[in-house]
């Protein structure tokens, strides 16, 4: 019998809500991008704690799934460093809301012997048509490259200046995350992969493009970057939802997470007309 | 009310909470099921069936799905992990049912039972320190491939085909074998002669489970595949699965677009698949 309880207990558990969810009396849920995600969390639960009586629920799931879950009505937040609009998603009741800007930087192995490489090399490395290092000046070492899939904010940025064949090559291996990705170029000689921000960890070497340096204070310089922006529906956001939006456009927080803020040039004055359409 | 009448009222409302509960089982499966079908559907309606399962090109942003390069890439993952799982998995089971003690055999079971609960991406992790290295060393190439996805898929169906073995033994009636061994055939001849081909049945269903479990293995097979699409590639170089790719494609074609009729018509794929096996298993079954 104390096992018919303790199932009972462990229904009872996962069915009744926290008391932080209890206590809120509106709820928001933001969903899309896995590159702002740890941002995000992180913002919300600062927010939840000025704003007690709200809890806000962030999943992940990508830029498209986000955006489509705002389209059908199922999110009152997507993120995305996707551009709605080349993928299908014309809805001009949406309205982009930039967080900032995040560099995407190339990673090699340390092997390969490369600190930096052209444009033109890199265009020739992403089509497979640098198949060894020593092609482009670097070492004697079969090339490994480390992509990320369509869907993903870096690699529409990189094909958007490269323009590689829709193909991968036969020597690219696709992972997932921006982790994934240094793990690989980490542990594959002669790998090369690129990741969004730059926490870049010592067993992988960062190299610069056209000599520009990601880690530079000129962003304009920055030859790869992708522009993570919130998205709402204005026909039905409330003002809770916009309440959060600008908390989170106008976070100091988003340098840690390698999110850095527009600057007027770059759209940061939309921000504000953002929040002065919202009426705050 | 009396004891009795309380008893009946119990046992009422005891098979009323069964039928519930088998019911929403049933219905959940059957929500899946139609979801996946109308979604399958929807792009069925656009786009010829079989020019998508036969086709070489995925690219999903243009609208082509064809399909084959994943269905390959499964077929062949599934196919070298039961290679290698089966052989390795019956020794184990032979040496656990006829050579060890039952102490010895029910420590054995119990590590087994300890390496089929470990996690997937566990699995993946191994192979991304261990198989990967191993395979570029070998091979002189990339080290992720097919052939990764196999062994490691090996390695997680193992622990699950070698329990399945040790029941298939196990439930041989012990007068066959000592009938056997009476006759004066040897161990060896009882086993290939008598154990094994009774046991056939109940070993063919552990194998058509151990299949089953290697054509949905996600994440572990996409850790180590490589992901690349390219046509009916060889075992040494990148490619990847069905289900690898499910979880790639996901966060790009979302539901509610039309490339993710394609997802959903994959795993349809996937579920006929396994019904198929769960059936060819059970065929002798039947007709017993």
């Given at each position: 019998m104390s096992w018919?309880?303790?199932?009972?207990?462990?229904?009872?558990?996962?069915?009744?809500?926290?008391?932080?969810?209890?206590?809120?009396?509106?709820?928001?849920?933001?969903?899309?991008?896995?590159?702002?995600?740890?941002?995000?969390?992180?913002?919300?639960?600062?927010?939840?704690?000025?704003?007690?009586?709200?809890?806000?629920?962030?999943?992940?799931?990508?830029?498209?799934?986000?955006?489509?879950?705002?389209?059908?009505?199922?999110?009152?937040?997507?993120?995305?460093?996707?551009?709605?609009?080349?993928?299908?998603?014309?809805?001009?009741?949406?309205?982009?809301?930039?967080?900032?800007?995040?560099?995407?930087?190339?990673?090699?192995?340390?092997?390969?012997?490369?600190?930096?490489?052209?444009?033109?090399?890199?265009?020739?490395?992403?089509?497979?048509?640098?198949?060894?290092?020593?092609?482009?000046?670097?070492?004697?070492?079969?090339?490994?490259?480390?992509?990320?899939?369509?869907?993903?904010?870096?690699?529409?940025?990189?094909?958007?200046?490269?323009?590689?064949?829709?193909?991968?090559?036969?020597?690219?291996?696709?992972?997932?995350?921006?982790?994934?990705?240094?793990?690989?170029?980490?542990?594959?000689?002669?790998?090369?992969?690129?990741?969004?921000?730059l926490v870049i960890p010592r067993d992988v070497r960062m190299i610069r493009v056209d000599g520009k340096d990601p880690r530079?204070?000129?962003?304009?310089?920055?030859?790869?970057?992708?522009?993570?922006?919130?998205?709402?529906?204005?026909?039905?956001?409330?003002?809770?939802?916009?309440?959060?939006v600008q908390f989170l456009a106008t976070g100091r927080e988003r340098m840690r997470f390698g999110i850095f803020p527009p600057t007027p040039n770059e759209g940061g004055g939309a921000n504000d007309r953002a929040s002065t359409q919202f009426g705050h | 009310m009396t004891e009795h009448q309380r008893n009946l009222a119990i046992e009422r409302l005891q098979a009323a909470a069964f039928l519930a509960a088998a019911a929403a089982l049933a219905a959940g499966l059957a929500f899946v099921l139609w979801m996946l079908v109308r979604d399958a559907a929807a792009l069925v309606s656009h786009q010829n069936l079989i020019a998508m399962l036969l086709g070489t090109r995925w690219d999903p942003l243009s609208g082509r799905y064809g399909m084959a390069p994943f269905i390959w890439g499964s077929a062949v993952t599934a196919a070298i992990a039961l290679a290698i799982a089966v052989p390795f998995g019956l020794s184990i089971?032979?040496?656990?049912?006829?050579?060890?003690?039952?102490?010895?055999?029910?420590?054995?079971?119990?590590?087994?039972?300890?390496?089929?609960?470990?996690?997937?991406?566990?699995y993946g992790w191994w192979g991304l320190t261990v198989v990967v290295p191993g395979l570029r060393h070998l091979t002189g190439l990339y080290g992720y491939s097919l052939l990764a996805g196999g062994v490691v898929l090996a390695v997680m169906i193992l622990p699950t085909f070698a329990l399945l073995a040790v029941g298939a033994l196990d439930a041989i009636p012990t007068e066959l074998t000592e009938a056997s061994l009476g006759l004066g055939a040897t161990?060896?001849?009882?086993?290939?002669?008598?154990?094994?081909?009774?046991?056939?049945?109940?070993?063919?269903?552990?194998?058509?489970?151990?299949?089953?479990?290697?054509?949905?293995?996600?994440?572990?097979?996409?850790?180590?595949?490589?992901?690349?699409?390219?046509?009916?590639?060889?075992?040494?170089l990148p490619g990847a699965t069905m289900t690898s790719q499910l979880l790639t494609d996901l966060p790009l074609?979302?539901?509610?677009?039309?490339?993710?009729?394609?997802?959903a018509l994959m795993a349809l794929l996937l579920f006929l698949g396994t019904t198929l096996?769960?059936?060819?298993?059970?065929?002798?079954?039947?007709?017993?």
């Open positions: 018919f309880y303790l199932l009972i207990g462990l229904w009872l558990a996962v069915l009744l809500p926290s008391n932080a969810v209890l206590g809120a009396t509106r709820h928001i849920v933001i969903s899309g991008a896995t590159s702002v995600l740890p941002y995000l969390k992180a913002a919300s639960v600062a927010f939840s704690r000025t704003h007690p009586d709200v809890a806000v629920a962030v999943t992940g799931g990508g830029s498209l799934a986000g955006l489509a879950a705002l389209k059908r009505g199922r999110t009152d937040i997507a993120a995305s460093d996707l551009s709605p609009e080349d993928f299908g998603f014309l809805s001009g009741r949406f309205r982009r809301i930039q967080l900032g800007r995040m560099p995407v930087v190339f990673v090699v192995n340390p092997d390969t012997g490369i600190g930096g490489i052209t444009s033109a090399q890199l265009r020739r490395i992403l089509s497979g048509e640098v198949a060894n290092w020593a092609q482009v000046g670097g070492a004697d070492r079969r090339v490994l490259l480390v992509e990320r899939p369509r869907g993903s904010g870096a690699r529409a940025a990189v094909d958007r200046r490269v323009n590689p064949p829709v193909d991968l090559p036969a020597n690219a291996v696709v992972q997932l995350s921006n982790g994934a990705v240094l793990r690989t170029v980490a542990e594959s000689p002669g790998a090369m992969g690129y990741i969004e921000g530079s204070n000129a962003r304009s310089g920055w030859p790869y970057y992708t522009e993570p922006s919130l998205y709402v529906d204005t026909a039905w956001s409330r003002p809770v939802v916009r309440e959060l | 089971a032979v040496w656990s049912v006829q050579i060890l003690s039952t102490r010895e055999r029910s420590r054995v079971a119990t590590l087994l039972t300890v390496f089929a609960s470990i996690p997937s991406v566990v161990l060896d001849q009882t086993l290939f002669r008598v154990t094994l081909p009774v046991a056939s049945l109940r070993l063919r269903r552990a194998g058509a489970v151990a299949l089953a479990r290697a054509l949905g293995e996600t994440i572990a097979v996409q850790m180590v595949v490589g992901g690349a699409i390219s046509t009916f590639p060889h075992l040494e074609m979302p539901p509610g677009t039309l490339g993710h009729g394609a997802l096996l769960m059936r060819f298993a059970a065929m002798g079954e039947d007709a017993r």
